[in-house]
């Protein structure tokens, strides 16, 4: 189930996925103080009956524009399609949202050319760190059909 985190107990719950989205404690302490407050910066949960699976944040833009602040899934449950259903949720989620943006590096620029995102090299944000990518996808180029997802996503374990 995808779910808004409202409270410092989901933020808590969620803390390991954040860690793999932002890197450093220091970027996670400063996003959850947005995240609980302000009304321009969102984030969702994949929330399952064994915890959090996945996570994805939004930054609303002016105009139909917003940017997808952070986005992670669980290392076990990579590759199974969860990211994508997290980017279509993102789409459901803003129907009236017709671009998505995003700042990425090497590790994920060919899971957002999968899903039909045009990235362009903007550089490293100092001398000797990693090229960044701009990414930006309309609507209308999003690959796969964009409806809300399932309310659960079981692992094959599971027994589902
Ligand atoms: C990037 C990330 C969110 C992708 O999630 P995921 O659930 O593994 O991705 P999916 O299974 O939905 O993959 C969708 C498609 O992209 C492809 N893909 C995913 N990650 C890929 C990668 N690193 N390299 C190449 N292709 C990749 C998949 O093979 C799949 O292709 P398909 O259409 O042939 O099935 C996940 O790997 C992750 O959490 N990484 C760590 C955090 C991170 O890097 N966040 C992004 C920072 S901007």
Known sequence: MLTLVTSPHQWE???PLLMDAMGRW???SEWGRRYLTDPEDTLWVWETPRGPVG????HRQPGRSAEITHIAIHS???G?????QLIQAAWSRHPDVEQLVLETDDDAIAFYRRLGWDCQAIGPKKPGWRTRYRCTCSRN???GSIVD??????RKDDGA
């Open 141 to 143: 180029d999003a690959s």
């Open 55 to 58: 996570v994805i944040g939004f």
């Open 26 to 28: 220091s970027a996670v």
């Open 13 to 15: 719950e969620a803390l």
């Open 149 to 154: 997802v399932g309310s659960h996503f079981m």
């Open 80 to 84: 199974r399609g969860l990211g994508r």
């Open 76 to 78: 076990p449950w990579r």
